[in-house]
Nanobody
Framework: QVQLVESGGGLVQPGGSLNLSCVAS????????MNWYRQAPGRQRELVAD???????DYADSVKGRFTISVDNAKTTMYLQMNSLKAEATAVYYC?????????????WGQGTQVTVSS
């Protein structure tokens, strides 16, 4: 019912910045939570940041103060601004939208975008 497409990944030097985007094929209404996850080679997928339909945000301790999650007013695009990137941020980043209540109720995932932090 909802397709998600991430973009914005790439190669960046340590200390640099990237802004990831996740575009949804439909406006997201109702009660929802939008998440950014990442998965590094050989490691489990981990939650990086989330934002709820009542505008609460939360971050993994490892990215607090450096990453910012946001969503546009139309509720079609989610962002992850990543600053002061470290090598350990290298991973595939996935966006996830979980609609708890609404006509689009369900759990949706993007295909992922690669972020590589290296000099």
């Amino acid at each position: 019912q909802v397709q998600l497409v991430e973009s914005g990944g790439g190669l960046v030097q340590p200390g640099g910045s990237l802004n990831l985007s996740c575009v949804a094929s439909r406006n997201i209404h109702g009660i929802w939570i939008m998440n950014w996850y990442r998965q590094a080679p050989g490691r489990q997928r981990e939650l990086v940041a989330d934002i709820t339909s009542d505008s609460n945000t939360d971050y993994a301790d490892s990215v607090k103060g450096r990453f910012t999650i946001s969503v546009d007013n139309a509720k079609t695009t989610m962002y992850l601004q990543m600053n002061s990137l470290k090598a350990e941020a290298t991973a595939v980043y996935y966006c996830n939208v979980n609609v708890v209540l609404g006509n689009l109720a369900g759990d949706y995932w993007g295909q992922g975008t690669q972020v590589t932090v290296s000099s």
